[in-house]
């Protein structure tokens, strides 16, 4: 499974971004899309999940702020951010796992995109 990830951006804090993640070869097998994020000097962190039947987890951090859904007909998934705030700021990554368990460490994901910045201005 190839993924692009697309939407990043900059914000105002209490803005909105959504992220897209386009994939692209093995798609007829069903898999877990995640996102994760990476803030400079810190480590990649999981930021939610959903799987091919649309149940989906979040990380804490966003719980209530963000959205993940897909669209399976079209191999994308997106990520909805609403209520944006500087320690959002991160560059945002796509994954994918083969399987319907959502995971939240990064090494059970096996393909990724290339990352999309989000900047969260205070």
């Known amino acids: 499974v190839q993924l692009q990830a697309s939407g990043g951006g900059l914000v105002q804090a209490g803005g909105s971004l959504r992220l897209s993640c386009a994939a692209s070869g093995r798609t007829s097998s069903r898999y877990v899309m995640g996102w994760f994020r990476q803030a400079p000097g810190k480590e990649r962190e999981f930021v939610a999940g959903?799987?091919?039947?649309?149940?989906?987890y979040y990380a804490d951090s966003v719980k209530g702020r963000f959205t993940i859904s897909r669209d399976n007909a079209k191999n994308t998934g997106y990520l909805q951010m609403n209520s944006l705030k500087p320690e959002d700021t991160a560059v945002y990554y796509c994954?994918?796992?083969?399987?319907?368990?959502?995971?939240?460490?990064?090494?059970?994901?096996?393909?990724w995109g290339q990352g999309t910045q989000v900047t969260v201005s205070s």
């Open positions: 994954a994918a796992r083969l399987g319907s368990v959502i995971r939240a460490s990064r090494s059970e994901y096996d393909y």
């Open positions: 959903i799987t091919w039947s649309g149940v989906t």
